[in-house]
């Protein structure tokens, strides 16, 4: 009987850095991390990191939440 051989697709490992890039992004930039948002055009935080991996300038919420609770007090 033969040893099976599993090949690693290299679609999973694609999928799998996606996700560390999109969840390094969302401590970066302060929005809530969600496995589910991957690949998900609904999803504000997933526009934002497409902005971002485009080159162009994603709202910051970390800097957001500062200004709001600058302007509280």
Not at 6 to 15: C, D, L
Not at 17 to 22: A, G, H, I, T, Y
Request: glycine fraction near 2%.
């Amino acid at each position: 009987m033969a040893k099976p051989i599993i090949k690693h697709n290299p679609r999973v490992a694609e999928i799998f850095n996606d996700l560390e890039k999109f969840q390094e992004f969302c401590q970066d930039y302060g929005y809530r991390y969600n496995e589910a948002d991957l690949h998900n055009f609904k999803s504000y935080a997933w526009q934002q990191y497409t902005k971002f991996s485009q080159g162009k300038n994603a709202k910051n919420m970390w800097d957001e939440d500062a200004r709001r609770l600058a302007n509280r007090y």
